[in-house]
C-alpha cells in the first residue's frame, strides 16, 4: 500500500497544548485513581490524567522494575513492613538500588494516601530502573525511580465469599524460581493467567510445575485442606512469597489448637492430592481468603465454603482491623 494510505496531517502537539489533550483524556474510570507521586517531580498530583510515566523509563518499555501492592483499611496499612521487606528483596535481586530507605519510602506512601483522602484504598508502589533511554542496557539509566499510585480498593462481591469460587489450572508455562520469588513488572505470564481465567469463565487458574506439583495464581496464593486435616499450602519455590498466605499460616496456628486441623504443612501438592481436598483456598493482598468451591469443573469437599476457610476469615478480618501489630497508622 506505501505510505499513501497514511493521514498527512497528524499534528505535532507543543508542550503548551499538551495539558489541553490530557485532559480530553479523562474516562469515568479514573475516578477510582485518587493520587500518585513520582519521584521524577518529588511531588503528587491528584489529577489522573497527570499519572503519567515516562516512556524511556525501562519498567515501561523492557518490565525492568518490581512492585508491591498493600492495602490501607479505615486509616491504618495492613502489613505494609512486610510488603516493604519484600520490595527490598525484589529490588536486591534484579540489582535495582531503592532510591529511598524503606523508611522514608513509608513516609512518601503515606503523604500520598493523604493527598487521596481515603482512609480505605490500594496502594501499588513501583520501583523503576528509571528513564535512560530505550536499550536493555541497564546501565543507561542514571537512577531508580518511585511511583505510588492510591486507587480504590474493591472487595470482590459478597456472593464469593458465601458461596465460593470456581478454579481450573492453567496451561501457562510456570516461572522457573528466580523469576517467580521476585514481584517483578515483568508479569507476561500472570497476565496470560488472568486472561485464561476470564476467558474460561473462572474465577482464578492456578498454575502446575513440570513435576505436576501446583503453585499459584495470577496475583495470588492458593491453600487446601488435605483428607488428613492438614492446613497444606505449596512451598514458596515456584512461586512469590505472598503476604497474606504467610500470615494466614501464622493464624492458623490458633486452628491446630482447637482441634480444627492437623498441623500447616508447605509441601508439594500434586493435581491429585488437590481433588481430593476437603477445602481448597485463594490468598491475596485485597480480598484476603476466598473459598474455592469447584476446581476444573468438579466439586470441591461438599461445595460449600468450609470451617477452616470460615475461621480462617474471621481471624484475618480481625488481624486487619485490630492488630496493632500489624498496623501502620496513616492519619
Ligand atoms: C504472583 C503472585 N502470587 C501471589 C501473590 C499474593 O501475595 P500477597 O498475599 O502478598 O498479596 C501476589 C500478589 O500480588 C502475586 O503477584
Redesign the pocket.
Known amino acids: 500500500m506505501g505510505n499513501s494510505s497514511l493521514s498527512p496531517s497528524i499534528r505535532v502537539i507543543s508542550s503548551n497544548e499538551f495539558s489541553d489533550v490530557l485532559v480530553k483524556l479523562r474516562r469515568d474510570y479514573q475516578n477510582q485513581y485518587y493520587a500518585m507521586y513520582s519521584s521524577l517531580w518529588n511531588g503528587i498530583v491528584t489529577d489522573p490524567v497527570l499519572m503519567l510515566v515516562p516512556v524511556d523509563d525501562h519498567m515501561v518499555h523492557r518490565g525492568d522494575g518490581v512492585f508491591e501492592?498493600f492495602k490501607c483499611v479505615n486509616g491504618n496499612l495492613y502489613n505494609v513492613h512486610r510488603?516493604l521487606k519484600?520490595l527490598e528483596y525484589s529490588a536486591s535481586q534484579v540489582c535495582i538500588d531503592l532510591p529511598f530507605s524503606l523508611d522514608e519510602i513509608l513516609h512518601i506512601v503515606k503523604e500520598t494516601i493523604k493527598a487521596g483522602s481515603r482512609r480505605d484504598c490500594l496502594v501499588r508502589l513501583f520501583v523503576s530502573r528509571g528513564p535512560g533511554g530505550f536499550t536493555t542496557d541497564p546501565y543507561e539509566c542514571p537512577s531508580s525511580q518511585l511511583y505510588v499510585v492510591i486507587t480504590s480498593l474493591t472487595y470482590p462481591p459478597r456472593e464469593k465469599y458465601e458461596k465460593g469460587v470456581r478454579a481450573k489450572l492453567s496451561k501457562v508455562p510456570v516461572k522457573p524460581s528466580f523469576f517467580?520469588n521476585i514481584?517483578s513488572c515483568n508479569?507476561l505470564p500472570?497476565v496470560l493467567m488472568k486472561k485464561e481465567a476470564v476467558d474460561s469463565g473462572v474465577d482464578f487458574v492456578i498454575c502446575q510445575d513440570e513435576n505436576g506439583f501446583l503453585g499459584?495464581?495470577?496475583?495470588?496464593?492458593f491453600g487446601m485442606v488435605s483428607e488428613e486435616n492438614v492446613l497444606k499450602f505449596p512451598r514458596f519455590d515456584r512461586?512469590?512469597r505472598?503476604?497474606?498466605?504467610v500470615r494466614a499460616s501464622e493464624l492458623a496456628e490458633e486452628l491446630v489448637k482447637r482441634g480444627l486441623i492437623e498441623r500447616i504443612e508447605f509441601s508439594n501438592i500434586t493435581l491429585d492430592e488437590a481433588m481430593k481436598a476437603k477445602e481448597m483456598m485463594m490468598?491475596?493482598?485485597t480480598f484476603d481468603v476466598l473459598p474455592i468451591v469447584e476446581f476444573n469443573n468438579t466439586v470441591i469437599g461438599n461445595g460449600k465454603p468450609g470451617k477452616v476457610f470460615k475461621e480462617l476469615y474471621r481471624l484475618i478480618l480481625k488481624d486487619v482491623s485490630g492488630n496493632a501489630e500489624f498496623l501502620e497508622p496513616v492519619f
Open positions: 501492592a510488603h519484600r517467580a514481584k508479569y500472570n499459584e495464581s495470577t496475583t495470588e496464593n512461586i512469590l505472598g503476604t497474606t498466605v490468598f491475596g493482598t
